[in-house]
């Protein structure tokens, strides 16, 4: 019994110890963070005017420097801070000399003599920083860095300070190709760091479509966020028929956005891809394309098991003028199951627009609509069609 | 001395698990402070997201918090409100306020069998916001009802008595992004916001609760999340999102069969279904957790609403552990059959028994000798200083990665809270799991009084 006494007793003095010190860091902490934020208030205070000096001398031809006499360490911070904050919001000149005031001011110099420190995290710090004042200077060390790190947040941060300051795109490649290699399918990440680039995209889009790596090619699809710029249609055409399924998917999307001219054998192999996303993207293109002859296949595809097919092709059958709309009213009558529901859902939303309409045209498309409706349903447009829909069951969306 | 070297033990276990929070506190902290949102949180690239919300008698709050809902600083997602049969004007109060009406052909996508929709409600001009009526099956099923209706491959549970940051969804929504493929669910951070001033569904200035119970809730909570999720999220043993506020794949979520209904501590059950699922069809996987995604929330502030409170989580904890007891000490179920499990079934579930026994037994054995008044003593001081230590723990962690609490007169009431918890508060949880686990045998499966306050009230009263 005594040695499991001084058992606890040894804990319990452990524990009171690892209080004890707890206490006092916890304190210590505390008065460090708000004598930090004090001190970062009182020099935005303090340099207030300068601040207003930069902000009145952005647009003039004079060189920016810093203010005069001797500045403390966390002063300098508080003005880097403030320049980086500038540089996110301007662009052209204006961004050019707050850049070159970051350089004669040695902010950069010290963060890239940073990036060597033991401390992780003034390492971060200072990668944040750079990115932030576009260092291109910075960008060998930040891939040094980069590759050096093992996958996790941090390297998000590296990429992205990268992406900002890189100015030749094979660093931007460089820095992509590590990201994938990772295999983490991150490419809507990536695509969203390389968005970041000072360089201009569409060049740097069109070498990374025509990349031999299908996983650079998938992002720069997804980077172009479904606009596709009319220079890089042939490209898209090619990557159509990829065999990789992602990037055929994020093709047929961004090819069917530019408004291609489709013959009939490319639309009915499109609307037959066993990936869903493409079949999506195809029905949703028919109805904006106004190919009448594709109702059949957009009729067909209210079937389909995926529910944005059947979904974007009811949309697109709304936008086919009567025919189909009539092929909608079929489907909503004689139809079954899906197919049925995601019909009387277009109709009904087409029909509560009633009165809506301000233009003369589209009184008289409304119109004939209606008269298809009637024909369908009988004249009681106020009334509910048939049973509330809700028993179909897929989880695709 | 068996219940010393217990508590002994729990308190190591719980401090290796914060020392994984303390490994990775500060690339949290880095996290938050270096990671950009201005572009995801417009871009089209960020995944698209449905909020699921559950809403029970909530006619005081439920208004302010779709408001807020409404606003988060996130490009695609939609507001899934599911008033599950609430006696008060739930239901009133929103279409009121949103000016919805009846869909007449819904679509309504998933088939998890809920209890009947009585209707859907919309207004084009909040083309996000869509509520569902139905008829009363408690949260698991309105849940189950949202993710029927819901678009978006992502889902997120958010109670309707619960603020979102704005930026809470875009910071898990990076998280996620970081690795897609094999994130399952992540959970957020739960704060309590009684004592906060809240203005147009926004916590404008952070203040702890002026109340003792919110008082206290705030100290456990920020243990909890704080000293154990971290650490826990590290292993990738995390047993739990909170209800409160996570986020799922939804065809995951799907393919375990949604929520499981009639019982509480669903929000534990999907992520042991979630491990289970992806353990035994060898998926690679996580289930994260992200501290920096805050939700507040208001606390009960009542003797009464707490302890049902409590004696639910007691309830839906132990039927968790009953009914997947297949999993605890199973090597094929890794980190959560080893050690989530075998922690949760010992260390939570049987804590009261094991320590009202040794309280009991160590009582008879000094009322014997007089003499050994001291082992009483020191079963006092285990007890206490091994939990004080651990809250202050989670006050450093705090202190290091998020410093929400500013004044240093905060920082004395929390250490002061966290010492006066073990007089009193910490011995009603322990009662409480107890009652919990008797109403579980009793098959008493009642949710108790829980009243709301507006928040505007709250603000006075907190």
Known sequence: ?397 | MVTIYYVMIVSVLYFVIMLFSFRNIKDIFRRAKYSTYNTLSGSELVPSVSLLVPAFNEELTIAENVRCLMTLNYPTYEVIVINDGSSDETLKVLIEEYGLTLLPNPQIRGKISTNKVRGIYYNPQYPQLYVIDKENGGKADSLNAGINLSRYPLISSIDADSLLEKDALIRMARMYMENPEETVAIGGDVRIANGCVIENGEVKDVSLPRRMWPMFQSIEYMKAFLGGRIGWSHLNGLIIVSGAFGLFRKDYVIAVGGYRGGYPGEDMNIIIKLHRYMLENKIKYRVAFCPEAVCWTQAPDSYNILSNQRKRWGRGNLKNMIENRDMVFNPKYKIMGLLTMPYNVIFEALNPYFRITGLLALLGYVLLDMTNWKVLVVFGLVNFLSGYMLSVGALILEEIAFRRYTKLSDQVKMLLFSALKFVGYHQLGVLWRVQGHIQYLQNNNSWGTMTRQSWKDKKEAA
């Open chain 1, 1 to 397: 019994m005594f040695s499991n006494l001084e058992m606890a007793y040894v804990f319990i003095y452990v524990c009171l110890g690892l209080i004890a010190a707890g206490i006092i860091l916890l304190f210590q902490m505390k008065i460090k963070h708000n004598a930090e934020q004090r001190d970062m208030e009182r020099f935005t205070k303090k340099h207030h005017d300068y601040f207003m000096y930069v902000q009145s001398h952005l647009h003039d031809d004079v060189t920016l420097e810093l203010p005069p006499g001797k500045l403390t360490s966390a002063e300098r911070r508080v003005i880097q801070a403030k320049c980086m904050e500038w540089i996110e919001q301007f662009k052209g000149d204006a961004r050019e000399k707050l850049l070159q005031l970051c350089r004669d001011a040695g902010f950069v110099e010290e963060d890239i003599r940073a990036l060597s420190s033991l401390r992780k995290d003034r390492r971060i710090e200072a990668v944040y920083r750079l990115g932030g004042m576009r260092a291109e200077e910075a960008v060998p060390q930040l891939q040094e860095l980069m590759n050096r790190t093992k996958y996790g947040p941090m390297t998000i941060i590296i990429a992205r300070a990268i992406a900002k300051s890189a100015l030749q795109s094979q660093q931007i490649r460089e820095m992509l190709a590590k990201l994938l290699s990772y295999d983490k399918a991150i490419h809507h990440m990536a695509a969203d760091i390389l968005l970041e680039t000072r360089l201009d995209s569409a060049s740097l889009m069109r070498k990374l479509l025509d990349d031999p790596d299908p996983g650079l090619v998938k992002i720069s699809l997804v980077a172009m966020w479904g606009q596709a710029i009319p220079a890089f249609v042939p490209t898209l055409d090619r990557l159509v028929g990829s065999e990789e399924k992602d990037v055929r998917a994020e093709a047929v999307k961004l090819y069917l956005s530019s408004n291609p001219s489709l013959k009939d054998d490319t639309i009915a192999q499109l609307m037959n891809d066993h990936e869903w996303e493409v079949r999506a993207a195809a029905a949703k293109a028919l109805g904006s394309l106004h190919a009448a002859g594709s109702i059949p296949l957009l009729a067909s595809a209210l079937k389909d098991e995926n529910w944005h097919v059947r979904n974007n092709s009811a949309e697109s059958l709304a936008m086919l003028g009567e025919q189909g709309f009539e092929t909608l009213c079929q489907a909503a009558l004689t139809g079954e199951g899906p197919a049925r529901e995601t019909a009387l859902y277009r109709i009904e939303q087409i029909m509560s627009k009633e009165g809506e309409h301000e233009q003369v045209e589209q009184m008289v498309a409304f119109n004939k609509r209606k008269l298809v409706y009637d024909r369908y349903f009988g004249l009681q447009t106020s009334k509910r069609i048939g049973t509330v829909a809700g028993v179909g069951g897929d989880y695709t969306a």
